[in-house]
């Protein structure tokens, strides 16, 4: 798996998630929970800390479970936090001392070395042939992945540099016709093994309401040519509150591909 990669989606993830954590612990409920084991019996109690840091306890009856559930949760956040904030830390001194791979020019599909490595590196046998790409809003190309092309975000390259390193063949926003509608569809996936045809659409907006909307009228389109979700079609979302997890990606791709 590309490190590189990984790295910058798992710092994207972690920095959403401890805002998210920060956020929830500062508008929490005062106090933490302490929970012991009395007799075989749970308790509950509220432990509040004044300015001198003295402490108390207040028992909490089970009628407050409520309140018990949301600063069982501020606890958890705040153990969590830690770790997360570490884990960033080491991510991000990673990727400020790394250097740029400058081998991955030989193994991008525009290398004059491609095909002469591909038997060697076992590289994706790419159809190399010409075909109808987007293009609206070239302006939005601004991610470049290893295979030397550019796509419209972070989780497309990530999609993208995560079928290339397992070596599967894809072509990025490749003219889709239906009647007299022409779609691009993220990904136009050939199976390593069966050379059967996927689709893959991600859709990174969905905090958007006309985004939606949009993205929603493009499925029926689809599987009026037989392109069906759990078959040959996939869908991937997220939006700010739900980042795309690499980990969802490999999963899918795994169950799908086999790789």
């Given amino acids: 798996m590309y490190l590189t990669t990984l790295l910058v989606k798992q710092k994207e993830i972690l920095l959403h998630e401890i805002a998210l954590m920060e956020n929830y612990i500062e508008h929490a409920p005062a106090g933490l929970l302490k929970c012991y084991k009395i007799h075989g019996h749970i308790k509950w109690y509220i432990e509040q800390t004044d300015e001198l840091q003295n402490k108390t306890r207040k028992y909490l009856p089970k009628k407050e479970r409520q309140l018990a559930e949301e600063l069982a949760l501020k606890s958890y956040y705040?153990?969590?936090l830690p770790e997360k904030r570490?884990?960033?830390k080491n991510i991000e001194r990673y990727l400020k001392n790394t250097k740029p791979i400058k081998s991955d020019c030989f193994i991008q599909s525009t290398s004059n070395y491609y095909e002469l490595l591909k038997p060697s590196l076992n590289l994706?046998?790419?159809?190399?042939?010409?075909?109808?790409?987007?293009t609206n809003h070239p302006e939005g190309l601004i991610v470049k992945t290893r295979k030397g092309e550019y796509v419209r975000s972070k989780s497309e390259a990530f999609?993208?540099?995560t079928l290339?390193?397992?070596?599967?063949?894809?072509k990025y926003e490749c003219a889709f016709h239906v009647d007299d509608i022409t779609l691009y569809p993220d990904f136009t996936i050939i199976h390593p093994s069966t050379n059967k045809i996927f689709i893959w659409e991600?859709?990174?907006?969905?905090?958007?309401p006309s985004y939606v909307r949009n993205s929603f009228g493009k499925i029926p389109l689809f599987i009026s040519k037989s392109y069906m979700p759990g078959n040959n079609l996939i869908i991937t979302y997220e939006s700010k509150n739900m980042p795309l997890s690499f980990t969802h990606v490999?999963?899918?791709?795994s169950m799908y591909f086999g790789r």
Avoid: W
């Fill in 159 to 161: 999609i993208a540099d």
């Fill in 164 to 170: 290339f390193e397992l070596k599967i063949s894809y």
């Fill in 250 to 253: 490999r999963n899918l791709i």
């Fill in 124 to 134: 994706p046998n790419l159809d190399c042939t010409e075909y109808q790409k987007n």
């Fill in 202 to 208: 991600h859709f990174g907006l969905m905090d958007n």
């Fill in 78 to 80: 705040l153990h969590v």
């Fill in 86 to 88: 570490n884990e960033l």
